[in-house]
């Protein structure tokens, strides 16, 4: 299912990019460039997103039964932040980490109460987000995080300027992870789909994440990165939906997944000739991650297929759950010996090692451009 020739170029990427980012890695938040106006070398992130990329937003929506919002306990956070954020992991994202490579501060939540330092970007992705506006009603869906960030854009115009703002948004690199949910719920609702429905259907989430991509640009923004959709077929949480696979993976969700993935790349392409100044990276996640599920021993996991935190078949659910005073939980002793923190999220040392491709990855890993090329140009 997953290509071997991806497996090693992973992988030989990974052993050359040890030296390169240890610093970053063992080193709290970051140092970063202080902006001022006109510094061409302060490039901001503004990242989009679901509960990959989440990091805590969550937490200060209404609704407490929306997913993110029991990662605001225990063991959420230990390995890093030594307290639960609102990020589903035991540590830092995949953003995180990005920021960090970019001598940028970790981005709090959008909605977190406070000042933000906007000229640094800022993080709109929500737990349960997905394209199209139904996908998890209550949650920050993509089009309301478009909605933030107009919001952002305003305010930078008023403390800037327009010409300043302009140049901030320019220069800026956007970063989404999304489209997930909308492929969980369609394979739950509709599991016995025909082809061309399933067709339409990744054709309707392309199309609206096409557009919202057009208004960024419209906006002012040039430089996109995306994390393609993973393999949604094998998360532990998937095996307690259908015990039926064993360890191994639902054809449904994956199938769904790589039609995603050829569209996305299709339109992306499409956008780069018909927009002037577009530019692009698309980091191969599906494969990447994948290929850690399926020989987890090869990137220095012992577990790819149970997760660290939760319980039920390869601890799948309840994740920090607590009924009573009563943990409902099991949880490993060593997190980074696992691929998956809890039923649908990767840990923080898997976490790394995907920023690393994300933002140094060569073709096929990470193509046409990787995040640190779009950061530099």
Request: glycine share 10%; with cysteine.
């Amino acid at each position: 299912m997953f290509s071997s020739t991806t497996t090693m170029a992973a992988r030989s990427f990974l052993c050359c990019s040890t030296l390169l980012f240890a610093n970053i890695l063992l080193s709290p938040i970051s140092c970063h460039a202080l902006f001022s106006p006109g510094n061409a070398t302060h490039k901001a992130l503004f990242v989009f997103g679901d509960s990959l990329f989440d990091p805590g937003n969550n937490q200060y929506l209404n609704d407490s039964s929306q997913e993110g919002a029991g990662a605001t306990v225990f063991p959420y956070g230990e390995t890093y932040f030594k307290r639960p954020t609102g990020r589903l992991c035991d540590g830092r994202t995949v953003p995180d980490l990005i920021a960090q490579f970019a001598n940028l501060p970790i981005l709090p939540p959008y909605l977190q109460p406070g000042a933000h330092q906007f000229t640094d970007g800022a993080n709109f992705a929500s737990a349960g987000a997905g394209v199209l506006d139904n996908t998890r009603p209550g949650s920050i869906n993509l089009r309301l995080q478009l909605s933030y960030f107009k919001d952002v854009v305003n305010t930078l115009r008023e403390k800037l300027g327009e010409e300043e703002a302009k140049r901030v948004l320019i220069n800026a690199v956007y970063l989404f992870s999304i489209g997930g949910n909308d492929y969980f719920g369609f394979s739950q609702r509709n599991r016995d789909a025909s082809e061309e429905s399933k067709g339409q259907y990744v054709k309707t989430v392309i199309n609206n994440l096409t557009s919202v991509l057009k208004e960024i640009y419209d906006l002012g923004g040039r430089k996109i990165a995306f994390q393609n959709v993973g393999p949604l077929g094998c998360v532990p949480l998937m095996k307690v939906f259908d015990p039926s696979i064993g360890s191994g993976c639902a054809e449904e969700p994956l199938s769904l997944a790589r039609q995603h993935n050829r569209y996305l790349a299709i339109f992306l392409k499409q956008l780069e000739t018909q927009l002037p100044g577009f530019i692009y990276a698309i980091f191969d996640y599906y494969i990447a991650l994948g290929d850690r599920v399926a020989d987890p021993s090869k990137f220095g996991f012992k577990e790819g297929k149970a997760a660290c935190c939760g319980s039920g078949p390869y601890r799948g659910i309840n994740c920090g759950r607590r009924e009573n005073g009563t943990q409902m939980f099991e949880l490993c002793s060593n997190p980074g010996e696992y691929v998956w923190f809890d039923g649908g999220h990767t840990t923080e040392r898997a976490n790394t090692q995907l920023a690393q491709l994300l933002w140094g990855g060569e073709p096929p890993v990470t193509e046409p451009l990787n995040m640190k090329q779009l950061f530099t140009l």
